[in-house]
């Protein structure tokens, strides 16, 4: 199969993602999603039981009163979902290798053609994503993006992790693969 050229290269999409963290950061702070979640979780449990969630450490810590104006955090959410919205509309039959609505074929060639199947592991995936980054204390975005560009040690660290599990992974996934 012939490869068709990319939409955009990938100079122009990291040079267009340089300027939004530098923009994003200097009006903002650091990018990070899966922080919003526990901000979130800490603001509802201080309305709650506030003596149960300041006896919390993790709830104490992220559930202050500068903490309640989540709404940007929720924008930066809702975002990633329209962005992929618009991004599968103008490019939708654009795709390298597949059609609109399609699986990779090297998905379908491992596990078969099953949208529940492949719709399950995403999710999964993403919970465990999103567990591992609470864990790690931010997620890619946080970590990979911000954390990187600003040389933290930690996000450092991360990065050669994720992409360490991630490749350890995917040898073990479609290790039947020729």
């Given at each position: 199969?012939?490869?068709?050229?990319a939409i955009i290269s990938w100079k122009a999409a990291g040079i267009s993602?340089?300027?939004?963290?530098?923009?994003?950061?200097?009006?903002?702070?650091p990018l990070?999603?899966?922080?919003?979640f526990v901000v979130t979780e800490a603001v509802v449990a201080h309305k709650i039981a506030p003596q149960a969630a300041?006896?919390?450490?993790?709830?104490?810590?992220?559930?202050?009163?500068?903490?309640?104006g989540i709404g940007y955090g929720w924008m930066l959410v809702a975002g990633?979902?329209?962005?992929?919205?618009?991004?599968?509309?103008?490019?939708?039959?654009?795709q390298p290798e597949q059609d609109k609505g399609s699986m990779p074929s090297m998905w379908v060639a491992t596990f078969g053609s099953?949208?529940?199947?492949?719709?399950?592991?995403?999710f999964v995936g993403g919970a465990l994503l999103l567990f591992g980054a609470r864990l790690a204390g931010g997620c890619?975005?946080?970590?990979?993006?911000?954390?990187?560009s600003q040389l933290a040690i930690s996000s450092f660290i991360f990065g050669i992790c994720t992409?360490?599990?991630a490749i350890v992974m995917a040898k073990y996934l479609y290790r039947n693969r020729g």
């Open positions: 199969m012939e490869d068709k050229p993602l340089g300027l939004l963290l530098i923009f994003a950061t200097w009006f903002h702070g990070g999603v899966s922080t919003q300041e006896a919390n450490k993790y709830m104490a810590k992220y559930g202050k009163k500068s903490d309640w990633m979902f329209v962005g992929g919205f618009v991004a599968s509309r103008v490019l939708g039959d654009k099953s949208t529940t199947k492949r719709n399950l592991a995403a890619t975005s946080g970590h990979m993006i911000s954390g990187i992409f360490g599990a």
